[in-house]
């Protein structure tokens, strides 16, 4: 079942083209609360079937839909896409201040978590690129230019990935075990 809340306000007297540019959060504040919506929304009865079909053949699942991220994260579940037990985690887009100014960042929330812990991508994805540098055969680095003298042909690049701030958190991500990604679109629009 799906339970929708109802709700609504007067909203500012703009052209559509505007009001569809605000932002959801404002159009979403201090609604007057009209009741429930509830619904049964089921799988089409051969959905579940396929996904299991696409599994076992190794085919990667990966859903795009527009509905709310919780929603879709749970049809996700249901259907098999996403196996039971395996930790889901979903991508939310925040607006933050830095020398240049204002600037959009994607943050990572463990959705299974009920008052989850917000992730920068570097946090997040430390272990991921920890994990790939340290089984990397090679790396190739480019010191100076082609005149420099042959002390820079065999220097070894020194690599470290992670950060010295002490607020920083540690990554809920363990690549040792499966894992799944709910990416939203304004997250995809700047990856």
Same mark, same amino acid.
């Given at each position: 079942y799906r339970v929708l809340a109802c709700g609504q306000r007067p909203v500012p007297s703009l052209p559509a083209a505007q009001l569809q540019r605000l932002p959801r959060i404002e159009l979403e504040k201090d609604l007057e609360f009209l009741g429930f919506l509830i619904m049964q929304n089921k799988l089409k009865s051969d959905t579940t079937g396929h996904i299991k079909k696409l599994n076992e053949a190794n085919f990667r699942t990966i859903m795009i839909t527009g509905d709310n991220p919780l929603t *879709?994260? *749970?049809? $996700?579940?249901?259907?098999? %896409? #996403?196996? =039971?037990? /395996?930790?889901?985690? /979903? +991508?939310?887009?925040?607006? /933050?201040? +830095?020398?240049? $100014?204002? @600037?959009?960042? %994607? #943050?990572?929330?463990? *959705?299974?978590? =009920?008052? =989850?812990?917000?992730?920068?991508? @570097? @946090?997040?994805? !430390? =272990?991921?690129? !920890?994990?790939?540098?340290?089984? *990397? @055969?090679? #790396?190739? !680095?480019?010191? $100076?230019?082609s005149n420099q003298s042959d002390e820079y042909e065999n220097k070894q690049p020194n690599l470290s990935y992670g950060s010295n701030n002490p607020s920083h958190h540690s990554s809920p991500l363990d690549i040792s075990s499966p894992f799944a990604l709910g990416v939203t679109g304004p997250a995809f629009s700047i990856l």
């Open positions: *879709a994260l *749970a049809v $996700g579940r249901e259907c098999g %896409i #996403v196996a =039971p037990g /395996v930790p889901l985690f /979903v +991508s939310d887009v925040k607006t /933050v201040k +830095s020398g240049m $100014g204002e @600037e959009k960042t %994607i #943050v990572w929330k463990n *959705a299974d978590h =009920p008052k =989850p812990q917000e992730y920068s991508t @570097e @946090e997040f994805f !430390a =272990p991921l690129f !920890a994990h790939y540098l340290d089984t *990397a @055969e090679r #790396v190739d !680095a480019m010191y $100076g230019n």
